[in-house]
């Protein structure tokens, strides 16, 4: 089942055991030409040809990169670009550990792409000289896949994504291959532990290939890998059961390795030809086992074999600088020079310093260099979607606040249509949580994706569906990214606790956007859309565990440049939130949304109206009639938006003359300064909706910090009185979940009574009402098991109505 | 290789195919009364025993829960119990799918462990009758798995951590078993799919044994599950591959299932003795495969077929409540009813509501019962560590800010002196960073936890070590949380922006404490201790996706009463911390401290005297001498401390009579109000230190805004400038990542000149020397590719010599 090449290189010397095969000689020389400019990103900042012996002063004083992964990476590069040249392919590469950095740098030199990105590194002796002194140097370039590297979709900084990105890029692109490394350090982490079995996902008519390449070096920063030190049988059983067959080549001497890995290398591609041409001339999609690469070498390959009488090659002291004393220790130096020298790099660049033209000739032309692939500078190649008009989804009304939806059931119908308008350009991804998150609609036109077995009483399953629902939320996340830094579009929607088992991705997609956004040749990509639903004030029924509102308080920490947050109180506003943020360009759009029948407010004339100012008063709620109010019940959330217009209702009963003022908020960042948010509010514009001093209760669905956080700088921050999710709850009923939080309206109406001065001393009746009848709903449910009738059946009447009829 | 059992019930009935064995009649009976008692739970609040035909008002208006899961969990029990009795086995029981909460609350009441824990859960029927209504009621029980539920370290509410939790729990303990069923659908989740590979981390020997029992019922929500539709083959290659020799039992059954289960679960636990037994007698502790079993069996099981011509048992709608409707319409009572009478009740429970003597006598008795074992309230068996006196590892001084010493480093050796000391209850746990983050003084006296292939120049590995290394946050997470949760005590050492890889496994743990606090039964547990470290102002040389101080900002939203944050500015502080944290009971304490070489200044004295009051003015670096200052410093974090005492001399140089006051915070929630945390200061203490009116620069460690939002309440807060990460960084130097982000000593001093009012009119010429001080240091890193002399040599020279100097 699996090919094995033994054999070992002669230590601390790149001359194979073995001559090189004449067919490989080319393709060793760019292999050591990529090597030599790897090593000299980390250790040089002068005299790169080595025109001269090393000198101190050549040698970079910090000494930052990793060298162990990067001959590996340069390896398989190599090998790739001969099947592109010989195959003609389209592909793309995804190096999982990322902190190879040197090697696709290298690459993209050898390859021109990073001369005609960055005409001052150019490919001659002064661009070397750049080259090696930008990297991992202040001013420079990161010692990671970053998005400065030309061809690179994944940074590789968190380790765990690498296959998830490379399915993600490989759907709905049917001719394209994407080679994935999978470090063994990698393979650990959960994330990547689970994604193997995208192979289950994978439609061979439809989509294209991705290669998984599982590099054993061996060892990680200071301890062997798991993967390495099982048996092999052990290893092939496992990566057999993710699906794979695998196809194993191990050893460390170059001529074998060479003959070994082409072998392999073909042997796989052979075999996803196969699999592709029977899949679309006979239309059988039926699960293969695809083929993988397992590639056994040594960590540090070809680096000095010891230093200092301990061994390096092969060992965990070669993952980052393999010696750090160059510049002020001659014998280090002596160890250095020898080493680059050991590349012969007389041989691979020419007097100007370009590389030879048999090194430059090797890689594959224009778009087919991988570091130059227009996939993987998505923007690039991005189709803008295609929408039906939102507006013809809206809710109908007979007035705010007396007809039910269930906004993300209506949201559904409108992704529906646009998944039928966008066959091969929209996905949505969801964790198991699709149809709980009331989205059902879009499976009236696709399925769900799924190549495993399908059997009767099955429900919408198919490997062309283009609804992808896994249970990881690491999967989806990762798949949409790959989806989308490859210049598609998607919407991930998720349980709003569980969104946080993706914080740390989000966190690296965010650094990635913020990043692009400084580089001129990177385009635009499609923004990263979060439908967070089934939230907070609705998981009474599953508990404490389930509620969790805090994705957006981590999100906010990012650069204000990249995120959005948007909280639409009804169906309408979701619709219109939605619409923009599927047409809108490297964001992070976070959507919390309910999915439960819930009050609508806005018809969507008003919807488009309030949700183009983001900000703004209900007059139809507030009756403050443009004068200055008493009192302002701010509002973001549809719960906190139903409980605050509650309020205001039971406040006038007990206060006709009130003058209350209701600002609703869709879009979070509005409420931020001006200065530190580009959606924020200039100071006047927010002074004159909360006023200067007017005291302001704020119902908020997350935690209630977080508006402080985004309110401190304003004029009236001291009187605003923020109530949200104070992690109370447990499986109770949906308006108990508000009172233990104390958002409830009669809450926040006797909020409203302690902080006005002028309800004080006529506030006593009615504040011991709204205890009495809280009071009287604690015992209510205690005994009925659900909420009183006239909350559940609670509609707004309006002021009018309340003033006169009190 | 695998036991196999196929067989079918008949639809719609519990009446298996063939009779059951006379060996398993009254096990198959207790089985009935766990499903009877788990539909009782979801379905009823009167009536519990049927004595008369179901009406609407015995049903509960809301049905929330989840059946699906349950009587597969029960089947386990009832399994599980008996081989607890025949072999008189120590066993904890951890159910993956957490949430089947009402088989585990049912088989607690059979074993009267409930009704000893909550004795108005009576057994008898007015007990029954409240242990239906409690459940997911308002004032009852959660629906899962939850702290209330005796015999749970398992919440299971967010899917992933089973496996990790139940391996935890078996580490150190010999003679426990831990039964640990991972359902199908966690199974797709990437820290399930990684904690497989636990198996590399057990020593048969030292360590109990977890019995993993894949329970394939084949749906989750909506879809089937990725492991239920591939091959057999594909799945035993799978779990092979995983280190395991899987025992298959399929079916639906009864009397087969039975049959096949118990011969199952004998040869698991015979394979387990087998494998112990050598381990302990020859020494040999080799890696095993050890047996698993996968439970195929139908999701539902036990159920009805179907409802309204729609197939539940066997199918994803059995998921949740099978039917809904049951109060209102009477088809469905109907079939609730005969679902319920199909577990023959009246052989089940006396004429009281008791069980009959065959199943109260049929669980095991005492702690042997699951529901009652002590390793699930390990608070209860909980050991206090046994200390070195951390004084004894002070690093001397000459005096404040002039000698350096590596945090962290300091800090590995107290830790090596605990590992010495308690060699059975406490275990380091780190991402292959333990090394990284200069603790390798644990490794003296112990090794890394590793049975794997151990080859020459492997570093410190062996099947006894107690540092747990994997490339995995998610694995070292649930290992640590299933090590405290069973008594023992631990510390988590972590890259400080990896690890919000692990914030929805933090918050699903904060929330279990914060629980288990109003759980009278529940015993305090040794405290989740973090340490972060790598942080984000040393990232310089990994750059941008390695820098987020945002776990902090995480943390401080769940409740106050379990969460503590400590920034101890150097080792002699972070001794004082660590050993204040490993104490301590409940909490989740969050580390943060450096790995580098950072100036020291606190001598043990000092820094126990600063620790112990969390905040307090640095006098020997302040210039207000008691009186009230120009202003305020203040400073938490090893970088934003060294800057901000660089500042100060700086100022000084321009204004020798500036009079500057420094407060330095080790505790963070000292900020917050005392009526928002425990640790939080009074008004008057607080205004004491920060004055009410003076500008405070704040230098902070993480994100600015978190100090905002800490402090809004406060009487200045108005005044309070914070400084600290926005979000800018790459790879450059470390001052370098100060400058970009303005917390650098130039900046800080620029701040306050911009702030004091008196110091503004004859400021310019300071301000210009900062300003060209800064672009000094710009053009020298850019050329020199490091920080200058002066600022890394920098060292505290002291007011004194500064104003006399200038």
Redo the contacts between chains.
């Keep these: 089942m699996q090919s094995r090449t033994a054999g070992s290189r002669t230590a601390a010397s790149s001359e194979p055991a073995v001559p090189v095969d004449s067919e490989f000689h080319d393709l060793d020389a760019w292999w050591r030409a990529a090597n030599y400019l790897s090593v000299g990103q980390i250790y040089l900042?002068d005299n790169p040809l080595l025109r001269e012996p090393l000198r101190p002063e050549h040698i970079?004083?910090?000494l930052?990169g990793h060298w162990g992964t990067t001959p590996g990476l340069n390896f398989i590069y190599a090998h790739l670009n001969r099947v592109i040249t010989a195959r003609d392919l389209d592909m793309v590469y995804v190096m999982g550990p990322?902190?190879g950095g040197p090697g696709p740098v290298a690459a993209g030199w050898l390859e021109g792409t990073y001369s005609e990105r960055y005409p001052q590194v150019s490919q001659d002796e002064a661009g070397m000289a750049r080259l090696f002194?930008q990297f991992?140097?202040?001013?420079?370039?990161?010692?990671?896949v970053?998005p400065e590297t030309p061809g690179s979709i994944h940074?590789g900084?968190?380790?765990?994504y690498s296959l998830a990105h490379a399915y993600g890029a490989a759907f709905d692109n049917p001719d394209l291959i994407v080679a994935a490394v999978v470090g063994d350090?990698?393979a650990?982490?959960?994330?990547?532990?689970?994604?193997?079995?995208s192979t289950?996902f994978v439609d061979p008519q439809r989509d294209g290939a991705v290669l998984p390449i599982l590099h054993l070096n061996g060892y990680?920063?200071?301890?062997?890998?798991?993967l390495a030190?099982?048996?092999d049988d052990?290893?092939?059983?496992?990566?057999?059961?993710?699906?794979h067959e695998p196809i194993v080549v191990a050893g460390s001497d170059p001529a074998q390795m060479h003959r070994a890995f082409a072998a392999a290398l073909d042997r796989a591609l052979n075999r996803i030809s196969e699999i592709q041409e029977r899949a679309r001339e006979t239309g059988d999609t039926a699960r293969p086992a695809w083929p993988m690469i397992v590639l056994q070498s040594p960590k540090g390959w070809t680096g000095p074999a010891e230093v200092d009488g301990t061994?390096i090659e092969g060992?965990?002291r070669a993952h980052q600088v393999p010696f750090g004393n160059a510049r002020n220790d001659s014998g280090h130096r002596k160890i250095l020079e020898e080493w680059m020298r050991s590349y012969r790099p007389e041989e691979l660049f020419d007097d100007t310093g370009a590389p030879v033209p048999t090194i430059r000739d090797l890689h594959p032309e224009g778009a087919r260099r991988m570091s130059a692939n227009p996939h993987a500078n998505g923007g690039a190649i991005l189709r803008d979607l295609v929408f039906p008009d939102f507006r013809d989804y809206a809710v109908g009304l007979g007035g705010p606040g007396t007809d039910t939806a269930e906004a993300t059931r209506v949201l559904g119908e409108f992704l529906r249509d646009i998944m039928v308008r966008n066959p091969t350009t929209f996905r949505m991804f969801a964790p198991?949580?699709?149809?709980?998150n009331r989205l059902d609609a879009v499976l009236e036109v696709t399925d769900?994706t799924?190549n495993?077995?399908?059997?009767p009483?099955?429900?919408r399953?198919a490997p062309d569906g283009r609804v992808m629902?896994?249970?990881?939320?690491?999967?989806c996340q990762g798949w949409l990214e790959g989806y989308l830094l490859t210049g598609r579009h998607g919407l991930f929607s998720c349980y709003e606790?569980?969104v946080?088992?993706v914080?740390?991705m989000f966190?690296?997609h965010a650094?990635w956007l913020?990043?692009t956004n400084r580089i001129e040749w990177r385009q635009p990509i499609p923004s990263l859309n979060y439908l967070l639903t089934s939230h907070v004030w609705r998981q009474d029924?599953?508990?404490?565990?389930?509620q969790?509102p805090?994705f957006i308080?981590?999100v906010?920490?990012?650069?204000a440049e990249v995120i959005r947050v948007y909280l639409p109180p009804d169906a309408n506003t979701l619709l219109s939130v939605a619409d923009h943020c599927l047409r809108s360009r490297q964001y992070v759009n976070v959507i919390v949304a309910g999915k439960q029948p819930e009050l609508q407010y806005l018809d969507m004339d008003s919807a488009v109206t309030h949700c183009t100012k983001g900000i703004g008063i209900w007059e139809w709620a507030s009756t403050d009639a443009g004068t200055e109010p008493d009192v302002v019940l701010g509002c973001a959330g549809d719960v906190p938006t139903k409980e605050t217009l509650a309020a205001v209702e039971i406040l006038l009963g007990f206060f006709p003359d009130l003058k209350i003022r209701v600002v609703n908020v869709v879009d979070l960042m509005r409420l931020q300064d001006d200065r530190e948010h580009p959606h924020g509010l200039p100071a006047a514009d927010f002074d004159a909706l909360f006023t200067t001093d007017k005291p302001v209760i704020f119902a908020f669905h997350g935690?209630p910090?977080?508006i402080?956080?985004l309110t401190?700088r304003r004029t009236n921050?001291d009187n605003i009185h923020v109530r949200g999710y104070i992690?109370e709850g447990?499986?109770?009923?949906p308006f108990?979940m508000c009172v233990l939080n104390r958002i409830d309206r009669f809450h926040l109406a006797k909020d409203v009574i302690d902080r006005v001065e002028r309800l004080r001393p006529i506030g006593a009746h009615a504040r011991e009402h709204l205890l009495d009848t809280l009071a009287e709903h604690h015992r209510y449910?205690?005994i009925?098991?659900?909420d009183m009738p006239e909350i559940t059946q609670w509609q707004w009447r309006g002021p009018e109505t309340v003033t006169t009829s009190s």
Tied chains: 1, 2.
């Design positions: 900042m970079k004083p910090r930052l990322g902190h002194t991992s140097f202040p001013g420079g370039i990161p010692s990671h970053a940074e900084g968190e380790l765990g350090g990698e650990e982490t959960g994330p990547l532990a689970a994604s193997w079995h289950k990680k920063i200071a301890n062997p890998t798991v030190r099982i048996d052990e290893l092939h059983s496992l990566l057999r059961g993710y699906g061994p060992s965990w198991d949580e699709n149809n709980s769900r799924w495993a077995r399908i059997v009483g099955d429900d399953l629902e896994v249970l990881s939320e690491h999967m606790a569980f946080h088992v914080d740390s966190n690296q650094k913020r990043t029924h599953n508990g404490f565990s389930h969790d805090g308080d981590h906010v920490n990012k650069k935690y910090w977080l402080h956080r401190y921050h992690e447990t499986t109770t009923t108990d449910i205690r009925h098991g659900e």
